[in-house]
């Protein structure tokens, strides 16, 4: 009976390995592969034309040692900080706000939402077109219809990383606002029942209820904003191409220019392999959480 019993398991787990197969194939040729090849060609001179040339820890030794590097870091890490405590905090106070029935909240939580589903590329051409210069730019229109003064958001070398910040705030307000309304929905009743009889007012169950109990789904949100952040890129480039200057050089911005703009594939490889370690610690800080 025993080796029956182990031949069905073992005719399972093939059964399950076949099914799965085509995924792990696919893991491994767009995943593992180009993440083998970015770490071997990070130890290496190459401009993807002439044969490679071994050149050992010089292109990190040479990151470390770029003013511009080191910048385009801490301008992730402003960028990174800044966009998950602002999505996380109007997410929460969103959707605490509008979680009550009738039209007005069900047609504020949609109107949040609709960003959220715009296409990326799209949405950083409407905001594009908000930001950009006179006499297109929607926000100065109404700056100066309120007789405040207009501004060269996108070319201000002040302004620039706050626009590219606003953008993901007003882009993905909306997904973090559904996601913590399905948390606010799957606090049971009873104990919003028990604190009112209690005496706790909207604001004490907010606090010392809701809040609290929110926690595992923020610290998921945290977590996976600030993946996000890091790895942000498509807008960015889009909006300001890392400019004006450096001003909005977020880390994946300073990979393309370097790998696709001067083809220094070790240099640029060697700065993504810096950029994925970063990733990946956040990543498995997010997996033990959960």
């Not at 799965?20 to 893991?27: A, I, Q, R």
């Not at 409407?126 to 070319?155: C, D, H």
């Not at 956040?282 to 033990?288: A, D, G, I, Q």
Request: hydrophobic residues 50%; positive net charge; contains cysteine.
């Amino acid at each position: 009976m025993a080796k029956k019993g182990a031949g069905i398991e073992a005719k399972i787990g093939r059964t399950g390995y076949a099914f799965t197969s085509p995924v792990l194939v696919h893991y491994a040729i767009f995943f593992w592969i180009p993440l083998v090849l970015i770490v071997v060609v990070s130890f290496t001179d190459w401009d993807m034309f002439n044969p490679m040339k071994f050149i050992g820890l010089k292109n990190y030794g040479k990151l470390f040692a770029d003013f511009f590097f080191r910048k385009a870091i801490l301008i992730s890490l402003i960028y990174t900080v800044s966009t998950t405590f602002l999505l996380v905090f109007l997410g929460m106070l969103i959707a605490v706000l509008f979680d009550r029935p009738g039209p007005i909240a069900s047609t504020a939580r949609v109107l949040f939402f609709m960003t959220a589903v715009i296409p990326l590329i799209s949405g950083a051409a409407i905001w594009v077109y908000i930001t950009g210069p006179e006499p297109y730019s929607g926000l100065n229109n109404v700056m100066r219809f309120l007789g405040l003064k207009t501004q060269l958001w996108q070319a201000d070398r002040n302004l620039a990383l706050p626009t590219i910040i606003g953008f993901a705030v007003w882009k993905s307000t909306g997904f973090n606002v559904l996601i913590f309304t399905a948390g606010i929905r799957g606090i049971p009743k009873e104990y919003h029942d028990c604190a009112e009889i209690d005496g706790a007012n909207a604001y004490q169950r907010m606090i010392y209820l809701t809040i609290p109990l929110l926690k595992p789904i923020t610290i998921f949100l945290v977590i996976t904003n600030m993946i996000g952040g890091w790895a942000a890129f498509t807008p960015i480039w889009f909006i300001t191409h890392g400019g004006p200057g450096s001003a909005t050089r977020v880390m994946t911005a300073y990979i393309y220019e370097y790998g696709f703009g001067r083809f220094e594939y070790g240099y640029a490889c060697a700065s993504a392999v810096i950029l994925i370690c970063i990733v990946l610690i956040f990543t498995y800080v997010r997996l033990r959480k959960l």
